[in-house]
């Protein structure tokens, strides 16, 4: 008789073998080790879960490693502050809940992981899931680097239903995706089990300690250019508050008008506010998803709305990121997209700006001007406005290549949730129609959906968001003169 699958085990379509490892030489296996990278999370996190229970399975013992890349898609201060702030909770957490130790590691993760599974003579190594080209090569640098013995498996403890599970190609569209996952949902969309500290101690290599004042003060001067938020509290905790807290949580207090005022960027506070947690992996989509679904009864309309965004089309984002390399240039576009696009590469445009002008954010529309600004100075800007933003610099630069570079760019360097598969999706559905139809033909544009100053005029009230983003500008410059002030007063008494 099979005996019955053991609480702490991981779905196996969840799992996939990047490598094969030979036996060890000596028939005894060594340590597993878990490279945290796109999920740094404690709670809820399959690939943590796997990773541990393969270790006890072998009676083995365990770590878990974190790679800080010297340089990695441009990120500054404002996220490298967050995602350090949040490892440092983690890897206290870590260590005085579950006895794991946790090492850090700076520079290429192609050199410094082979290196230590070397030294500690690992032979599983579990990491969890990233579409981007980045992470990707870099895995596949890693399978060639580690010695035969060892074995590495992906774990997706990012998506609900993994990736490719979901689908094995790629999709069309938010409809072609979303009967694929709903069909699987009752299999994948389940609660975690709690994780049981590891039977073996590790004593293979001396623990580290790590100087995180030193490390965060580092990333913050070299990525000064793009400073910290104050709004947004980074770690494990602070995601959980966002969700469910009492005081301003998601689904405690804010819930109901989900679906009613999620596009009106003069109702921020209408959106869950959950991004920069998701993409740093601070918290699990999966628990987003089972808390939301318990408010199903009292808020049908909101949950269902949230459960789209949240799972079909974050889901969406990684299935395109994957299966489309080109998935960040206009050749990443369907065929009809980009052959509008270049049948009016060449049309009049009625302004054209440099990235300077846009990145000043001065251009002749206000609207467009406090929607840079709000994710400039902000870190965050809201959902709606996002596709007003990018459609924008479609129109006003010389061409959609040089848009969609402009669009990403930005992005990815100002937004706390940016470097992101939705990111990328985002700016590709904007200006390269991404996920969506052809439209009504016109100028610039082509058939790639239109939307104007005077679209958003009829949905909101354009003034008082112009209005919300100058305050918010002037609170966080107000701040910065007298952070600089006082900078001045203390060399001064010093
Ligand atoms: C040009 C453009 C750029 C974008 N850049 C990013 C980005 O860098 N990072 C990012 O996470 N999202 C991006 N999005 C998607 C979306 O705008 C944000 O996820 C959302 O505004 C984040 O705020 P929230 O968590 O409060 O949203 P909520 O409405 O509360 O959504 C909850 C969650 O659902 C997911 N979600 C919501 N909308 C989308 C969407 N359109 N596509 C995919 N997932 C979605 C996100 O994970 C989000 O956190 C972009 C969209 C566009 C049009």
Redesign the pocket.
């Given at each position: 008789m099979a005996s019955a699958p053991s609480p702490m085990s991981v779905h196996f379509d969840r799992i996939r073998t990047l490598k094969e490892g030979s036996p060890h030489y000596d028939g005894k296996p060594g340590p597993v080790v878990y490279w945290m990278f796109r999920d740094q999370r404690l709670r809820d996190n399959w690939a943590l879960i796997h990773a541990v229970h393969q270790a006890n399975k072998a009676n083995v013992p365990f770590a878990v490693v974190f790679n800080l890349f010297d340089q990695f898609l441009g990120a500054k201060a404002r996220h490298l502050g967050f995602m350090l702030r949040g490892l440092r909770q983690l890897s206290l957490q870590i260590r005085n809940n579950l006895q794991i130790p946790f090492f850090l590691f700076q520079g290429e993760a192609e050199e410094t992981l082979p290196k230590f599974l070397r030294e500690c003579g690992a032979s599983l190594l579990v990491t969890d899931f990233s579409p981007l080209r980045e992470v990707r090569r870099c895995k596949e640098e890693i399978c060639k680097r580690v010695s035969n013995s060892v074995t590495i498996h992906e774990v997706d403890a990012h998506n609900i239903v993994p990736l490719w599970v979901a689908s094995d190609k790629l999709e069309y569209s938010a409809r072609t995706l979303r009967g694929k996952i709903n069909k699987r949902l009752s299999e994948y969309l389940i609660d975690f089990p709690s994780i049981e500290p590891p039977t073996r101690k590790w004593v293979i290599t001396e623990e580290q300690c790590i100087d995180w004042d030193v490390l965060i003060a580092d990333v913050l001067s070299q990525g000064a250019e793009v400073p910290e938020l104050n709004w947004c509290e980074p770690g494990e905790t602070a995601a959980m508050e966002v969700l469910m807290g009492s005081q301003n949580g998601?689904l405690t207090k804010r819930l109901k008008n989900y679906s009613i005022d999620?596009n009106n960027p003069c109702k921020p506070t209408a959106?869950?506010?959950?991004?920069p947690y998701?993409?740093f992996g601070q918290i699990s989509?999966q628990r987003c998803a089972l808390e939301a679904r318990k408010l199903r009864t009292s808020h049908p309309q909101a949950v269902d709305t949230?459960l789209e965004?949240?799972i079909v089309?974050?889901e969406?984002?990684d299935n395109f990121c994957f299966y489309q390399p080109h998935y960040d240039s206009l050749q990443g576009a369907w065929e009809w997209a980009r052959k509008t696009l270049m049948d009016h590469a060449n049309d009049k445009r009625e302004h054209i700006y440099s990235r300077e002008q846009l990145e000043k954010a001065k251009t002749a529309d206000p609207l467009w001007n406090a929607s840079q600004l709000e994710m400039v100075y902000y870190g965050?800007m809201?959902?709606f406005m996002?596709?007003y933003?990018?459609k924008k610099i479609l129109e006003w630069t010389r061409g959609p290549e040089e848009a969609l570079e402009i669009?990403i760019y930005f992005?990815d360097k100002y937004?706390i949730?940016?470097?992101?598969p939705?990111?990328y999706?985002?700016?590709m559905?904007?200006i390269c129609g991404v996920h969506d139809q052809g439209w009504r033909e016109r100028p610039v544009f082509g058939k790639i959906r239109y939307m104007n100053y005077a679209g958003c005029k009829r949905k909101f009230d354009v003034d008082r968001y112009i209005a919300y983003v100058n305050k918010l500008v002037g609170e966080v410059r107000k701040r910065k003169a007298e952070n600089l002030l006082s900078e001045k007063d203390k060399v001064l008494r010093f």
């Open positions: 998601f999620r959106l869950s506010g959950l991004s998701l993409h989509a949230f965004e949240l089309r974050r969406l984002a965050k809201h959902g996002r596709m933003w990018a669009a992005n937004q949730d940016g470097r992101d939705s990111g999706v985002g700016c559905w904007s």
